[in-house]
């Protein structure tokens, strides 16, 4: 629905992409940030869609899930977003969907609305969830990269980096960490708990033109550095306690370096009474299409944290004080708009009812009795697959 965003890409990367899986809207223009526009879009086009996702799933040698790319704030990226996760998790039950997903700065007077009724499709119809926001993804642009004012195309180096580290493994695999089962079982421990937060350094010219230069970094380095609160991609509270923690290094590793920095890395990180103290570790080798010469080790680490809930619950308040007023409702609730579960009024009620009680697992998830409360039936969509762990620090 955005042709000045494809025809962009066209133009920069169009040979990496089929042509007959790039979708522009016949009729021009975007879903002028309205959710329900953008849902409403996919369902008129719901079998011109699926046939695009049947292609690429037949260009697969080995199909383990997908791995959506969106923005929860405007109309494009969280209407049609979530009419894919549906759809997928519909067509799709026994295969993962992870999402990438980019929360906005309130630069759209509607995003509370659009990303609460997002977020009921994330929490209900996808395995896992890696969360950027734009504040903090500006805010790591301006001190890593050489830019004064940051634009979106400097924060999209940050998110791409983040997913070809996140990836490595998968596409440069290894004994252990070389499935999305494999990395996803480790970090979500139960199905309701799969929001991620990432951090990574350093930013270097391998993923990331303009970045600073940096003298040669070791796995030590990178394991202690990748603690700090100011790599994290998304706003989140410094208070918050740990379920798990993932951290894939690439780049020439010394085993004791990363023996060394485990050490002193548990002693920094807090977690929930009911885990184990344990910084999962997935080895990861550099894309031979790199520069050779540059001897940077590069790490990323995906925590499952309580501390999403800041930006939960920020997100909460934005949307009541907003839906308090009655504010734009009438964007939603057209006459041409079919819902689910009858009209717009029961989807925000029932998007904000999966949100809250989501924050309120989260809350329960510090308690040690946790787990003893969790309904076995309730728990049947876990991913089982339990993932090789190279470093224990239990």
Known sequence: MEPRVINNIRSNSGSLFNPKNIY?????GGAGNKWAEGYHHAQRHEEEFLDMVNREIDACDSFEGFQLIHSVAGGTGSGIGSFFLQELSDRFPKKLVQTYSVFGASEVVVQPYNTVLTLKRLIENSDANVVFDNNALMSIASTNLQVSSPSYTDTNKLISTVMSAATNTLRFPGYSYNSLTSILS????????????????PFTSDYVSNAHEIRRSTAYDV???VLDKKLRMCSCSDTGMNLSVLDIIIGEIEQSDVQKALVKARTRINYVPWSSSAIHMALGKKSPFLNKSHKQV???????????LKLLKKTLSEYDQLKSRG?????????????????ISMEFDEARETLKSTMNEYRDSEDLSYLDEIDPDED?????ESAPRDVDMT
Not at 24 to 28: H, N, Q, S, T
Not at 187 to 196: C, K, R, V, Y
């Open 24 to 28: 522009v809207a016949p009729e021009g």
């Open 223 to 225: 394991i202690l550095e």
């Open 327 to 343: 504010a734009f409702l009438n964007n939603y609730s057209r006459g041409e708009y079919e819902f689910d579960h009858g009209d």
């Open 298 to 308: 590069s790490g990323l680490m995906l925590a499952n944290s309580t501390s999403i």
């Open 380 to 384: 049947a969509g876990q991913i089982t």
């Open 186 to 201: 480790t970090l979500i421990p139960t199905p309701d708990l799969h929001f991620l937060i990432a951090s990574y350094t």
